[in-house]
């Protein structure tokens, strides 16, 4: 979840999903983002859909009439639409707004025979009324970054309404991941933007960083993940990296339970803003990309 568009939330969920399910996890995708970016990055055509998320928030739709089952191998999703985007004037009135989703969720994952070892939720970038209900929906929260300068900005605020969600609503939720996304450890500035991403977050930074890859960029408009697009990428690679990261440190913790939105790590406070990252030096040499 981040607030700011263009950091790598759709691209992040998309492709760490694929690769939790090529590892052998189960994995649900949500999206609830109205631009439906997850969706076609899946390769759904969403004007041929008769129903979406957003039938199930607006109606008595449940969720296993909406679920694509087997869009990859252990991967299934949950479609959006252009639909949504009305979702905020909708529901203003609606008592107990923030909650549809995590209720429609519940069902569904009640009545799972096979249950799902992790269920990825793709968020707006904002912190409007779908982004609330993705919180109180979810158990964790996961962050991608940029590399980039200004990517500390906007944090403090970002963590102050998680934190007021848990207090509030929702007592499980915690950030427990940071991802550092588009790094090229060509630059300067992006080194020194991940160290102070990991100053400020400390180990909930995952250790793996995504690099910066061309391939990442063109995958969604063919409607295949990275794993299918570019096997051998460096995207593919940190993707992959990275959910084997995840896996481990679920089990580490004692963290694979039967829910699995439940977290496993301790609680991050509010830091205060940093505003923008500072400007690196000239280039250094070391490639961060490939085609």
Request: aromatic share 4%.
């Given at each position: 979840?981040?607030?700011?568009?263009?950091?790598?939330?759709?691209?992040?969920?998309?492709?760490?999903?694929?690769?939790?399910?090529?590892?052998?996890?189960?994995?649900?995708?949500?999206?609830?983002?109205?631009?439906?970016?997850?969706?076609v990055h899946m390769g759904i055509d969403i004007f041929a859909l008769a129903r979406t998320i957003y039938d199930v928030l607006m109606g008595d739709v449940p969720v296993r009439e909406?679920?694509?089952?087997?869009?990859?191998?252990?991967?299934?999703?949950?479609?959006?639409?252009?639909?949504?985007?009305?979702?905020?004037?909708?529901?203003?009135?609606?008592?107990?707004?923030?909650?549809?989703?995590?209720?429609?969720?519940?069902?569904?994952?009640?009545?799972?025979?096979?249950?799902?070892?992790?269920?990825?939720?793709?968020?707006?970038?904002?912190?409007?009324?779908?982004?609330?209900?993705?919180?109180?929906?979810?158990?964790?929260?996961?962050?991608?970054?940029?590399?980039?300068?200004?990517?500390?900005?906007?944090?403090?605020?970002?963590?102050?309404?998680?934190?007021?969600?848990?207090?509030?609503?929702?007592?499980?939720?915690?950030?427990?991941?940071?991802?550092?996304?588009?790094?090229?450890?060509?630059?300067?500035?992006?080194?020194?933007?991940?160290?102070?991403?990991?100053?400020?977050?400390?180990?909930?930074?995952?250790?793996?960083?995504?690099?910066?890859?061309?391939?990442?960029?063109?995958?969604?408009?063919?409607?295949?993940?990275?794993?299918?697009?570019?096997?051998?990428?460096?995207?593919?690679?940190?993707?992959?990296?990275?959910?084997?990261?995840?896996?481990?440190?679920?089990?580490?913790?004692?963290?694979?339970?039967?829910?699995?939105?439940?977290?496993?790590?301790?609680?991050?406070?509010?830091?205060?803003?940093?505003?923008?990252?500072?400007?690196?030096?000239?280039?250094?040499?070391?490639?961060?990309?490939?085609?």
């Amino acid at each position: 979840m981040n607030q700011k568009g263009g950091v790598g939330k759709t691209t992040s969920t998309a492709n760490l999903g694929a690769s939790l399910a090529e590892i052998g996890e189960r994995v649900l995708l949500v999206d609830l983002d109205p631009q439906a970016n997850l969706s076609v990055h899946m390769g759904i055509d969403i004007f041929a859909l008769a129903r979406t998320i957003y039938d199930v928030l607006m109606g008595d739709v449940p969720v296993r009439e909406v679920v694509l089952r087997g869009t990859r191998e252990r991967l299934d999703v949950v479609p959006s639409h252009i639909d949504l985007s009305g979702v905020e004037v909708e529901l203003a009135s609606a008592v107990g707004r923030e909650r549809l989703l995590k209720e429609a969720l519940d069902r569904y994952l009640a009545e799972e025979t096979q249950p799902y070892d992790f269920v990825l939720i793709d968020c707006p970038p904002s912190l409007g009324i779908l982004t609330m209900n993705a919180m109180t929906a979810a158990c964790e929260v996961f962050v991608p970054l940029q590399s980039e300068f200004f990517a500390l900005q906007g944090m403090s605020k970002l963590l102050e309404i998680v934190n007021l969600v848990r207090r509030r609503i929702n007592g499980t939720l915690q950030v427990t991941g940071v991802i550092a996304c588009m790094f090229d450890g060509r630059k300067n500035l992006s080194r020194e933007v991940v160290e102070e991403i990991r100053h400020y977050f400390g180990d909930r930074v995952f250790r793996t960083v995504v690099r910066e890859n061309v391939a990442l960029a063109e995958a969604p408009s063919h409607g295949k993940t990275i794993l299918e697009y570019a096997p051998k990428s460096h995207g593919a690679e940190d993707y992959l990296d990275l959910a084997r990261e995840v896996v481990s440190t679920r089990r580490q913790e004692g963290t694979h339970h039967e829910d699995p939105r439940v977290p496993g790590q301790t609680d991050l406070r509010p830091v205060p803003d940093p505003g923008p990252t500072r400007q690196g030096g000239r280039d250094a040499g070391g490639s961060g990309q490939d085609s």
